[in-house]
């Protein structure tokens, strides 16, 4: 009788021995993946990294971003390579893997000190934004004006000159008519041009304001990702 239960248990413990090597194959195969992963990642890195230029607000903010929006790759390359934590490694594999989970806590501060340093961009960004565009609307009106004084001064022949020169003529029309209609053109261009430089303002703010507030986000998100890896990595830390 037990000759015959031991029997019936053999080719399930079999099925059982044959899965969990299996597994360890399939186990090898993503801890590869994910060293993979994390060198495209420095590859990455790398390239976004050179040429630097510190202490530009632009390509400070657009780094930022670029590092927040690839963060999935390492994030799931860690984990792949810490899978299945001490079980079927190679020796040499634990320095790398003591490493790697120190880089984690290092990649946690980074990303806290990224979010003020993205908020400060976001400032800079927003004010020499607002000086552009106002310089270039002051710039416009700024000639507008000057327009408008030489024609306020200007002579019957001298308005028919100035619309010759628009391809235009004066024909049967009263010269003080043509210049009372253009200038009244020019006070409505400048109108024009001071709701168009507010509009363009408020859409660059905004997409502004959009981009700092996901990327942001997404530094926050990161670095508590990186510390939750942090600490489930203990074992990798003190492994002997």
Not at 30 to 42: F, I, K, N, P
Not at 95 to 107: E, G, P, V
Not at 153 to 164: T, V
Request: aromatic share 10%.
């Amino acid at each position: 009788m037990t000759k015959s239960i031991s029997d019936k248990f053999i080719p399930v413990l079999n099925e059982l021995q044959d899965f969990a090597y299996k597994q360890a194959d399939s186990m090898n195969i993503l801890r590869v993946l994910g060293y993979g992963l994390l060198l495209l990642a420095l590859f990455d890195i790398i390239e976004m990294f050179i040429p630097p230029s510190f202490m530009n607000p632009v390509w400070e903010f657009q780094t930022f971003g670029t590092l927040v929006e690839r963060v999935p790759v390492p994030l799931i390359g860690l984990v792949l390579v810490f899978f299945g934590e001490t079980y079927s490694r190679n020796k040499w594999e634990f320095r790398i893997l003591r490493f790697l989970s120190w880089l984690t806590l290092l990649f946690t501060v980074c990303f806290f000190l990224m979010v003020p340093l993205g908020v400060i961009n976001t400032v800079r960004l927003n004010n020499a934004s607002t000086t552009q565009i106002n310089a270039v609307s002051q710039q416009q009106i700024a000639q507008a004006e000057q327009v408008e004084k030489q024609l306020s001064q200007a002579s019957p022949e001298q308005i028919n000159n100035f619309l010759k020169s628009q391809g235009r003529s004066l024909k049967s029309q009263n010269p003080e008519e043509v210049k009372s209609k253009i200038l009244s053109e020019l006070s409505k261009a400048k109108e024009q041009v001071q709701i168009q430089a507010q509009a363009n303002l408020s859409s660059q703010r905004m997409k502004l304001i959009k981009s700092s507030v996901k990327w942001n986000l997404g530094a926050l998100v990161s670095a508590a990702l990186f510390i939750s890896l942090w600490k489930a990595t203990h074992w990798a830390r003190v492994y002997k």
